[in-house]
């Protein structure tokens, strides 16, 4: 069974760093699309960053790219995001998800569909202020 579980949250002031992790259990860590999603009050879910293990291809949604920083790390079957120069609109609940089994092209479609998706991490809640 595939599970996350992610840490790194908290409070910030605008203009600050934060970094998160997720780390996976229950599958091997090669050929999976490893994303991050949000979603703040009253707001869907979107889609932050995802990277495919095998060959570390990354995507970003619009809104992060340039402040934010997918990476991975094997020998802890972990993905981190880095988020630099944060906004109070960058504010909400992180998630992780992870699709398994899959293709490079797969990553680009759970960001931006929220699908094939095989789990969700448990959130973590990042507030930044102003």
């Known amino acids: 069974q595939v599970q996350l579980v992610e840490s790194g949250g908290g409070s910030v002031q605008a203009g600050g760093s934060l970094r998160l992790s997720c780390a996976l259990s229950?599958?091997?860590?090669?050929?999976?699309?490893m994303a991050w999603f949000r979603q703040a009050p009253g707001k869907e879910r979107e889609g932050v960053a995802v990277i495919y293990t095998s060959g570390g291809r990354t995507y970003y949604a619009d809104s992060v790219k340039g402040r934010f920083t997918i990476s991975q790390e094997n020998a802890k079957n972990t993905v981190y995001l880095q988020m630099n120069s944060l906004k109070p609109e960058d504010s909400a609940m992180y998630y992780c998800?992870?699709?398994?089994?899959?293709?490079?092209?797969?990553?680009?479609?759970?960001?931006?569909?929220?699908?094939?998706?095989?789990?969700w991490g448990q959130g973590t809640l990042v507030t930044v202020s102003s």
């Open positions: 229950g599958y091997t860590f090669s050929r999976v699309c």
């Open positions: 998800a992870a699709h398994v089994g899959a293709s490079g092209g797969d990553c680009y479609t759970l960001l931006m569909k929220k699908y094939p998706l095989d789990a």
